[in-house]
């Protein structure tokens, strides 16, 4: 493990702040110098909850840089191209341009957790900033209209993933049993990438699902009757549901009706317990209207919920608690249940621990008051980045650094747990 020398609160902040700086490229942050150069979604989310506090200003930027991909549709797309650094897939891979609903600026043609409702609300409780939450409310309304037309792919009330990019866990386990029923594809998009992320098949794959998906015109009939990657996620689901709620809190303030929005949330709710529940949540795939049942840290998304009825946040509580996640690793929360024969403590989603999760998990301890829990999450996520630095994972068991070095999330959230 890299030894770095010992810093108090307020150098580890400054030192998130100047990551933060460096990676502002004028119109937005990225994720990561040289492997992530564009707007990511839900990365540039938690970049605005870091941010409300100390640079409100940038936070809003942050967001509207963001929203200026949104399509006409109300999709808010996983990847933003404000600059003409090379990335694969790129603007010529997805051509958004060629499509009348795509904004002006450059975009992915998927879509990615919506976190930004709960964003902005994190944005207004620390700014009281009503002007820019009348400006952001109705384009968070439109985003959450999309997700409950077009992606209501089930027809019961829950989003679906169309592609494992969509659920910002690439290459979790839980995506196994869908691609693997996907036919056999040698289109050889070799990506040059660490072998820690992704092998070169499941890569293939992943171009060769986005690239139907865009020859059949980003149209939601396609998604619907043919796409053959279909899934109902709980971490998805859980983000949108905790993003509904926040839209009805915001509601008021944007002079609009909470009400639709409170609904919103409990019809998730209700669909994620009849659908997504087997003693603790599962994706569901649609396609073969299974559940699939590994047990990765996706399966605590509802925990954002304030509602989650008793006997099933005790149930996921103790799972999380449990030999299977924190209670066998020193440092909080591997990607994967260390008892799955898929758990790989060196492979980005299949094990490792991530800033983000840890921080959405803190967030459900605070909304069920679980207090002991959330000092566990932000006493060892603390502990992670002033070991090993900033980076974009980490090993869950010693806790050393993996993946990219000064990673925007794990710097943003660091801010934020240090509050
Ligand atoms: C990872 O996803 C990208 C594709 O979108 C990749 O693997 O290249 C994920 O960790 C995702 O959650 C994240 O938003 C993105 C940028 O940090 O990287």
């Known amino acids: ?125 620390h700014t009281g900033d009503v002007g820019f939450v009348r400006r952001a409310f109705p384009l968070l309304v439109a985003q959450h209209h999309y997700l409950a037309s077009a992606r209501d792919l089930g027809g019961a009330g829950l989003a679906a993933i169309v592609h494992p990019w969509e659920s910002g866990m690439d290459d979790s386990p839980a995506w196994d049993q869908p691609l693997g029923a996907l036919p056999a594809i040698g289109y050889g998009y070799h990506n040059a990438e660490p072998a820690e992320r992704h092998p070169d098949s499941d890569h293939d794959r992943y171009v060769w699902l986005a690239m139907r998906y865009r020859d059949a015109g980003y149209r939601a009939e396609y998604l619907r009757d043919e796409h053959p990657f279909a899934v109902e996620d709980p971490m998805f689901n859980g983000i949108w549901l905790a993003s509904c709620q926040a839209l009805a809190e915001l509601a008021p303030v944007a002079r609009a009706d909470p009400t639709p929005h409170a609904e919103q949330a409990e019809r998730i709710r209700q669909a994620m317990l009849d659908r997504l529940w087997d003693g603790c949540f599962y994706p569901r795939d649609l396609r073969s209207d299974r559940l699939i049942k590994v047990c990765t840290v996706g399966a605590f998304g509802p925990l954002l919920d304030p509602g989650l009825p008793s006997d099933h946040l005790h149930a996921c509580v103790e799972v999380l608690e449990s030999a299977r996640f924190m209670g066998a690793t020193g440092y909080p929360v591997p990607s994967c249940e260390i008892r799955a024969a898929q758990f790989d403590r060196t492979r980005y989603w299949r094990g490792p621990s991530w800033v983000n999760t840890n921080w959405l998990l803190r967030r459900a301890a605070d909304v069920h008051s679980l207090d002991q829990l959330g000092r566990q999450l932000t006493n060892g996520t603390l502990r992670l980045v002033r070991q090993a630095g900033f980076r974009e994972c980490f090993d869950p068991f010693d806790g050393s650094g993996r993946g990219c070095r000064d990673f925007s999330w794990s710097a943003a959230l660091t801010l934020d747990l240090l509050a």
């Open 1 to 125: 493990m890299e030894a770095r020398p010992a810093v108090d609160d307020a150098a580890l902040g400054r030192e998130a702040l100047a990551v933060l700086e460096a990676n502002w490229t004028g119109s937005g942050t990225v994720p990561a110098p040289g492997l992530y150069p564009h707007q990511w979604s839900w990365d540039s989310a938690f970049v605005v909850i870091g941010l409300a506090r100390h640079r409100p200003e940038r936070a809003r930027e942050e967001l509207l840089s963001l929203l200026s991909g949104q399509w006409a549709t109300g999709m808010v797309p996983h990847i933003v191209f404000h600059t003409r650094e090379a990335y694969f897939p790129g603007p010529s891979v997805w051509r958004s341009q060629e499509h009348e609903s795509a904004p002006r600026v450059c975009t992915s043609g998927l879509t990615s957790p919506p976190l930004q409702a709960l964003a902005l609300r994190w944005l207004y409780r």
